[in-house]
């Protein structure tokens, strides 16, 4: 177990040309308070859980010192932002304090968010808003329990300085902790910037990083980037398949490691209404819910031009064209396993589609009637879950045909409960829970945040004396707004 001053540090990406990064120190907080701290992410990292009581921990990471061993960078990269080219990106308010390597020899990237300005801050203050870690901080850890891969966080440090957004807010600062901080955006930097000896340098050290089995290998940039696109077609099945909304898939904001990352105005559905627009600021809607695998696969193109000095253009458009049914192929086997269908047979996509368009007319709430759907016995004649919909005919129907398909499972109906309950939270992250946490922090009980954490740990958990979360959510949890302004 180490301590802040111990903390088994060793920044490889710190030791790439200056040119990829700016030093920067942190801006720190004049009164800097633990708000949350993640005693799992701790283990990542090997670090004693009690360190988080002295106070030289938010001093630390409310950035007035620094961990013993860290050496803090702005990383610079570029990105397509709504579709469109922007060169002047990179940590505009957050450093990579460096790598902790830990005792299973995994490295993991520390973050923190909201540090103060960079060199690659343009207009803005580099700060983050306590609002925005508590909602990246919880978001990490309901995709982590539902298996996702994505960042976490070790903490969450508040502060009492002013930060102007829509009204006065208080910064804050997070300390993200992820597999990778390689964005797409990294390769497109390199390659718009005409620096194609430092992009191949820098395709061959990600790949002894993140994907040491290709390293030196004949065709190790092509089968780098079909990995790439396989985790990143996978992601995005997953994204469906939770009903999660990322919203704000800018190519800088998706990481070469296919984990979800930076969460901003991101949104789990209510209701299920495929055309999900969570980020108020999105007008076009362009990241709409159902539009996110094709926005997956854009991002690939872009990264796959950015590639085309490294990878034969043949080979590059024979792996996109992997994308599809990859992406397919793994959401179609997590509906079927939503469904509790074990044994593949013709007629299982069009079934599952029906039950989304029932749930879609019904405006229904996605969760929730996924969860329900193991209740319904095979024979059973008007099961619990009819009640949820106002239009019994037509759940009626289609439920005749679901239960008529259920004959040809094996499982029993208990034991077919089971595996859907594995596979349909019964807990997800909705917007107004995440708003309740907020407006409790922002008058100083924070208490309702680590409440959240552990009932996000187990989502597939029955978890009695957390009923409540189960519920629909209020009326006035149904139409926040979230915006970009983080
Ligand atoms: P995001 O929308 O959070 O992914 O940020 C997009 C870009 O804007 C990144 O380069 C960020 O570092 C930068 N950025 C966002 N917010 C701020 C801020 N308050 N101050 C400085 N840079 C920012
Ligand atoms: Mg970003």
């Known amino acids: 177990m180490n301590t802040l001053d111990t903390l088994a540090f060793d920044n490889r990406y710190a030791r790439l040309p200056e040119t990829f990064y700016s030093r920067v120190r942190p801006r720190g907080f004049a009164r800097p308070q633990l708000v949350a701290f993640n005693p799992e992410v701790a283990a990542l990292l090997d670090l004693d859980p009690a360190e988080a009581t002295r106070a030289e921990f938010a001093a630390c990471f409310g950035g007035q010192r620094l ?10 990269y570029t990105g397509h932002q709504f579709g469109v080219y922007n060169p002047e990106l990179g940590d505009g308010r957050g450093l990579l304090l460096g790598q902790v390597r830990n005792t299973r020899g995994e490295y993991w990237d520390l973050h923190l968010k909201g540090a103060g300005p960079t060199p690659y801050s343009r207009f803005g203050d580099g700060r983050a808003v306590l609002r925005s870690c508590i909602r990246e901080y919880l978001g990490g850890e309901a995709m982590h329990g539902l298996g996702i891969p994505t ?23 997070l300390l993200r902790v992820a597999d990778s901080h390689i964005r797409f955006g990294h390769f497109e930097w390199l390659f ?74 991101f949104g789990f559905l ?43 253009r043949d080979d590059l458009v024979a792996i996109l064209q992997d994308y599809e049914p990859e992406l397919i192929r793994h959401y179609d086997a997590g509906l079927r396993a939503k469904l509790g269908l074990k044994r593949e047979q013709p007629g299982d996509r069009e079934l599952s589609i029906a039950y989304l368009e029932l749930l879609m007319k019904e405006g229904a709430d996605y969760t929730r009637s996924f969860r329900r759907l193991a209740g319904v016995g095979r024979a059973e004649e008007k099961p619990a879950l009819r009640d949820d919909f106002v239009d019994r005919e037509a759940f009626d129907a289609w439920c005749r045909l ?31 829970m995440a708003q309740v946490a907020i407006d409790r922090a922002q008058q100083g009980d924070f208490s309702e945040i680590e409440t959240l954490r552990q009932l ?30 983080s």
Request: aromatic share 10%; proline share 6%.
């Open 67 to 76: 961990p013993a061993g860290s050496d803090p960078i702005a990383m610079k």
């Open 151 to 173: 960042t976490r966080a070790l903490c969450i440090i508040g502060s009492d300085e002013p930060v102007q957004r829509e009204t006065v807010e208080t910064g804050a600062m």
């Open 192 to 265: 718009h910037s005409g620096e194609h000896a430092a992009l191949r340098d820098f395709a061959d050290q990600v790949i002894a990083w993140h994907f040491p089995q290709l390293a030196g290998r004949p065709g190790a940039h092509r089968d780098f980037f079909a990995e790439v696109t396989a985790r990143t077609a996978r992601l995005m099945a997953q994204w469906q398949l939770a009903g999660f909304a990322h919203g704000v898939m800018n190519s800088d904001n998706f990481s070469i490691t296919g984990a979800t990352f930076d969460y901003g105005p």
């Open 270 to 312: 209510d209701a299920y209404a495929p055309g999900f627009i969570c980020n108020h600021s999105d007008h076009q809607g362009r990241y709409a819910w159902h539009r996110q695998p094709s926005i997956g696969l854009w991002n690939l193109n872009a990264l796959a031009h950015a590639l085309s000095g490294l990878i034969a």
């Open 402 to 432: 679901y239960q008529a398909r259920l004959q040809a499972e094996a499982a029993s109906d208990t034991e077919r409960a089971a595996q859907m309950n594995a596979v349909n939270p019964k807990y997800v992250l909705r917007n107004y």
């Open 456 to 485: 996000l740990a187990k989502p597939f958990d029955e978890q009695p004396a957390q009923e409540r979360y189960a519920a629909l959510p209020p009326d006035w949890g149904r139409h926040l707004e979230i915006s970009c302004s």
